[in-house]
């Protein structure tokens, strides 16, 4: 197994720090969103077993919130995968780089953007 050389303390840390370095004028149009740490995604049966993911978003994008939204609804979820993330980085700076870069990646389908529109913006 990959990144032992970082410890689940030492991650949490790395994704608050990159949390940190979302411009205010993204975070401020954030709601409802939550932030979740898992060691490794689990793909569903439907799914290749093979997946592997960096980030998921999983909610309602703003883009498609209504005026029956609101009381009641559950957060929107991004979960960061810690394994894959820390077997392909090999110092803390890197994770620090590419926890962001999921997370913008992540947070920009709370926007409604979505991956093509995220490659032309160079987060790709």
């Known amino acids: 197994m990959g990144g032992a050389w970082m410890d689940e303390d030492e991650f949490e840390e790395a994704v608050d720090s990159a949390l940190a370095q979302i411009p205010r004028s993204l975070a401020r149009h954030m709601d409802n969103v939550a932030v979740f740490i898992e060691d490794r995604y689990v ?50 700076e890197e994770v620090v780089r590419e926890v962001l870069v ?7 389908h709370h926007f409604g953007i979505d991956d093509r529109r995220l490659h032309e913006l160079g987060w790709g």
């Open 43 to 92: 793909p569903g049966p439907h799914e290749d077993p093979n997946t592997v993911l960096l980030g998921l978003y999983e909610g309602i994008p703003l883009t498609e919130r209504d005026s029956w939204y609101g009381a009641g609804s559950l957060p929107d979820r991004i979960t960061i995968f810690r394994e894959p993330i820390l077997e392909m980085c090999s110092s803390r």
């Open 102 to 108: 999921t997370v913008v990646h992540e947070i920009a």
